[in-house]
């Protein structure tokens, strides 16, 4: 054999450490060619000033190559004699993609043994690692915690957003209902959670109800530390706990911990990556991260510092890349409200050349999409039903809908060209629903929920003349897709996207013929992007260049994660008082939302607890005050009257509503959202918070007593002065059920002598929606406390005057509705005082 090294220059045949020469060597496949400009600019930019930086983010476009430039930067230092390197995909069908890419470029890389240990030639240098995140971040990894860790020169994590909800996960203890330490833990804590809510305890017992949810007050949490620890200990085998116990066993008390009727989770306040050594000491940090999203979650998810966010890796010449046709059938004709677009789409295709894909945030919405025909994915086999989507030969006739997916699936080009994000996505996790309750709208949650959405806008266009038709349905979506303050917090890409859509709806109404098909003007429309109109392309790629705002730098959200990392981080030194001091400062200084700065003030009185029980009871206090949805206070507080006598009359306040909308058409949207939450078997919450928004819309003041003073009713409605409706909802209760139970009239009767003593000598019609009207034989309301019924018959009826009558305001000005008309139109639709406490109900019968 030749030995054509001795025979080399000087250079002695020295693997190039610069990524650009790197690449240039590669022995790539013949369809490769040279780098894009992008990639060009990105690889020298950080070759000369960033490769000995601890952490990088690199942000480009979708599609824009950015899988390479991690695979060279780690093989650039791997040729330095920086090794072992690391590249960690959110999920194992990305693993697939990258090897494969890795592949046709001709770069070296390695996966898991047969025997599931970590490869030789990974530690010896040789050759780049791709795994999973979840690979590395468990209480058991091969990888080993705190000082035995495997020591990682460099790492790579693909989709870093991805990657924070697996590394969140990993640190969660979840225990479900019938989990041996499930009741243990939660008779540890009976008499904490009843004083947070007698009536939801009382729902997680009977029925193991997942909305029935509780937080442990962080009081009892602390104190009963050792407890929890040692009924954990004891089942610490399980493998629901196994893998997080090493993590958390202690740390405890720098948890949380929230039940539900189904199951629990005990969360960090900030994950342990600390006791991760491979990432935490590895000299070299690179976070991938899509331009659209805002990477100031990765603060806290990730242990980054602010600077790192504020000086991504990016290529600024590029504005935006591939082409979306966001669209809202309902505003382009109302008549395509989401129950016709399932229908249309939901049927198998048979001339489908190109796939369609729905994502739901939840199993509830995917179960008409079955029902017309479409697969609905299971974890099992997601990946195989993405690989058909993605392979030419595959069956694409029939739509695949996933539920709550709306990160790590790629579906490039025909692998979907029409996408459907069906109804708002909701946090999945016990803990971040019980955030979302405690938080409402505000400004933290919305910008979740625009992530989540942008994240989902994001899965079908995959590089730069990728295309795809996306349709937005669910009255819930619709209205927040309408929203100018939701769409700020979107990217300026997709802040133009969604005004495109808009605008190209009004022209297809416009250009509509009266007697056009509301299905036909749809489908044209979507043919436009579909059969590539050029006319279409022209306007979409004019309108996309009127972007002049680069991506915005993080604002104040930064900030706040900043500061409740180092907290935590005080905290964990046991400088609990400058942890509390800092949270004060949050309070005080950077959020404005009352309900939000109640939510700082009891995270400061967390921290502040270990100091000082006194002081943090006070804060604790002042917390709730500002938002009663937060912790009851351990000494518990005075319940008052949340609704004085209306200080505007009903059709006042109607007129007022209604003149708070630029259009009839946002207007009905708003209707839409409220009456579709009012859906038999869907989510109680929801039902509950769409009952108090109906009898704001329709003129009263209302209140939700149990969800605020964790007693009362679900609803209390003041239709005038001293005269209520009182509701206690039971939309989860089977439309087939034959009899109201003893618990449900025990609520119904403990909830009226509620309203006895806050409200009394008020008159009061008391409701128990429920689909049938016949109270067992072992059950019965106090005779004082008259009930009447609502079933699902009057609950209909009820919504479809509802909607008549707002429909009477369609295509006039908002401003400028009269009172008479007002008044006409609730009397021609029974929505008067005096039929709304007698149109809809019937009287119980005895079985």
Not at 185 to 213: S, V
Not at 820 to 827: C, G, I, M, N, P
Request: charged letters at 30%.
């Amino acid at each position: 054999m030749v030995d054509f090294r001795k025979r080399l220059g000087k250079s002695g045949g020295a693997k190039p450490v610069d990524p650009v020469e790197l690449y240039e060597g590669l022995d790539r496949a013949s369809d490769k060619g040279p780098l894009r400009p992008a990639q060009l600019a990105v690889l020298k930019e950080w070759h000369a000033e960033r490769r000995n930086q601890k952490d990088t983010i690199l942000k480009l476009h979708t599609g824009a190559g950015k899988t390479l430039l991690g695979l060279l930067m780690l093989q650039s230092k791997l040729n330095e004699g920086k090794g072992p390197a690391l590249y960690l995909c959110p999920n194992i069908f990305l693993i697939d993609q990258t090897c494969d890419d890795a592949k046709r470029f001709g770069l070296k890389v390695v996966t898991q043994d047969e025997d599931r240990e970590l490869p030789a030639e990974f530690f010896e240098s040789k050759a780049i690692f791709v795994t999973t995140v979840q690979k590395l971040f468990n209480g058991l990894t091969k990888f080993k915690l705190g000082a035995r860790s495997v020591s990682v020169a460099s790492i790579v994590l693909d989709d870093a957003h991805a990657c924070i909800d697996s590394i969140r996960e990993a640190c969660t203890i979840k225990l479900g209902y019938q989990h041996g330490a499930y009741p243990e833990l939660r008779d540890l804590f009976d008499a904490d959670l009843r004083g947070q809510g007698a009536g939801t305890l009382a729902e997680m017992k009977e029925n193991n109800k997942w909305e029935a949810i509780l937080p442990v007050p962080y009081w009892a949490w602390i104190d009963k530390a050792d407890d929890v620890a040692a009924i954990l200990a004891r089942h610490s085998e399980t493998k629901e706990v196994k893998f997080a116990w090493q993590l958390l066993k202690d740390l405890l008390r720098d948890c949380q911990c929230v039940f539900s009727g189904a199951e629990l989770e005990i969360h960090p306040h900030v994950p342990p990556l600390e006791e991760f050594g491979s990432y935490a000491k590895a000299e070299c940090r690179i976070f991938m991260s899509a331009t659209v999203t805002d990477d100031s979650f990765l603060v806290k998810g990730l242990g980054l510092d602010a600077a790192v966010i504020n000086s991504p890796l990016a290529y600024e010449h590029e504005k935006w890349t591939g082409e979306k046709m966001i669209l809202i059938p309902s505003l382009v004709d109302p008549r395509l409200e989401r129950s016709v677009i399932v229908k249309m789409f939901g049927k198998p295709g048979p001339k489908r050349s190109a796939g369609v894909v729905a994502l739901c945030p939840g199993e509830d919405q995917t179960k008409d999409w079955k029902a017309y025909g479409a697969v609905v994915c299971e974890s099992k086999d997601i990946y195989d039903r993405i690989a058909n989507l993605r392979d030419d030969g595959g069956d694409r006739t029939k739509t695949v809908v996933l539920s709550n997916r709306y990160d790590g699936i790629d579906l490039p080009d025909a692998a979907c060209r029409i996408l459907i994000i069906d109804s708002k996505p909701f946090a999945e996790s016990v803990l971040d629903r019980h955030m979302e309750r405690c938080l409402g709208n505000s400004e933290a949650i919305a910008t979740k929920t625009a992530r989540r959405i942008e994240q989902g806008l994001g899965r079908a266009v995959r590089g730069e003349k990728d295309y795809c038709a996306i349709l937005i349905i669910g009255p819930d979506l619709v209205a927040q897709m309408k929203t100018p303050a939701l769409r700020g917090y979107f990217s300026p890409q997709t802040r133009m996207q969604v005004v495109i859509g808009l605008e190209s709806a009004g022209f297809a109404r416009e250009d509509a013929k009266p007697e056009d098909p509301a299905e036909k003007i749809l489908m044209t429309l979507l043919g436009q992007s579909l059969k590539r109109d050029d006319g279409w392309k022209s306007y979409y790629v004019e309108r996309m260049n009127d972007i002049t705002a680069p991506t915005a730098p993080p604002g104040k959200r930064l900030e706040i994660y900043q500061q409740e990392l180092m907290a935590e981080r005080k905290s964990r030194r046991n400088d609990h008082a400058g942890a509390a001091a800092v949270m004060q400062g949050v309070a005080d200084k950077l959020v404005t939302d009352p309900m939000e700065k109640g939510w700082y003030m009891q995270e400061c009185a967390r921290y502040l607890y270990r100091a000082s029980k006194v002081e943090s009871a006070k804060l604790q206090q002042v917390a709730h005050d500002r938002n009663h949805y937060l912790l009851w206070p351990r000494e518990g507080v005075a319940v008052t009257k949340k609704m004085a006598p209306l200080a505007q009359a009903r059709i006042e306040r109607i007129r007022s509503w209604l003149g708070g909308f630029d259009t009839s058409q946002d207007m009905l949207i708003s209707v839409d959202d409220v009456l579709g939450s009012l859906v038999w078997g869907g989510d109680s919450d929801r039902f509950e918070a769409g009952m108090d928004k109906l009898g704001s819309i329709l003129g009263f003041a209302t209140e939700r007593p149990d969800k605020e003073w964790k007693e009362g009713p679900d609803n209390l409605w003041c239709l005038r002065d001293n005269e209520h409706l009182l509701f206690e909802d039971k939309n989860k209760v089977s439309l087939t059920r034959a009899e109201i139970t003893k618990y449900e009239t025990e609520q119904m009767n403990t909830s009226s002598a509620w309203f006895a003593k806050v409200y009394p000598d008020a008159k009061v019609t008391r409701v128990m929606v429920i689909p049938t009207k016949k109270v067992s034989g072992a059950a019965a309301f106090h005779p004082e406390f008259d009930a009447v019924i609502m079933r699902k018959r009057g609950l209909d009826e009820l919504i479809k005057n509802v909607r008549a009558f707002f429909t009477e305001f369609r295509d006039v000005d908002m401003k400028s509705v009269g009172e008479k008309r007002v008044q006409d139109a609730l009397t021609a639709h029974n929505l008067t005082i005096e039929k709304l406490v007698s149109a809809y109900f019937e009287r119980p019968t005895t079985a």
